[in-house]
């Protein structure tokens, strides 16, 4: 995934999450779901389901939800409610902006986690959408300094898609929630964050810049709100 501007507007700004290049998408579909955002969810004690039952559940839901959608409107919408149940979506969203998010106004930060959100949802519904007959397998999991570390693998008929997927996950007040996703040793949390705070530092900081190229391309999609 790449985000990139053309100058320093915002309207000639992008976030280019379709018509990705070959090589590039191969490796995108790998993060079979969403490349999410280290850290921000409140941790609990009362977080008591097992998170590998809770990264096989999700995985396999995935799966099925793409197989069972045939219209991209279809798709986004069942991926939508997997990554609004099993992702802290605010969380993500602030953290994917660093510093930028406390520079923010409150009426920015309220339209650009409802942005965001629907950036995610077109970009990994699509990605989703090449898969058909591959599997979903946890393979283990092991405590980590922040939470918990659970290993799957997605399994296809080609043995070019079969992809060992890492999920980092922290317990929280609504039970565990992934903060991360390791995709074939690629740490997709960094690169997101990467690729959207690229666009306001190539617009001279501005915040709105992101905004903007987030409603366009999303508008684009078949997204309007």
Known sequence: MTVSSAGTSPRNSSVPYLGVPMIQRSLLLSAFVLS???GGA???LAATADPASVVSDLGTRALAAMRNGDTAA???GLFRQLFLQYFDVEACARS???PHWQ???AQQRQEYVKRYEDYIVIFYSTLLGHFSDESFTVLGSQPDEDG???ASRITGINEAFNIRVDWQLNPTNNGYKVNNVIASGIDMASMQRSDLVSVIQR???QMQALLVALR???ASNGILR
Do not use: Y
């Open 36 to 38: 999410s955002i280290l």
């Open 42 to 44: 409140p941790r609990s």
């Open 74 to 76: 279809a798709r986004q």
């Open 96 to 98: 994917a902006l660093g």
């Open 103 to 105: 520079n923010a106004t």
């Open 148 to 150: 918990v570390i659970v």
């Open 203 to 205: 617009n001279s900081g």
């Open 216 to 218: 366009e391309k999303n």
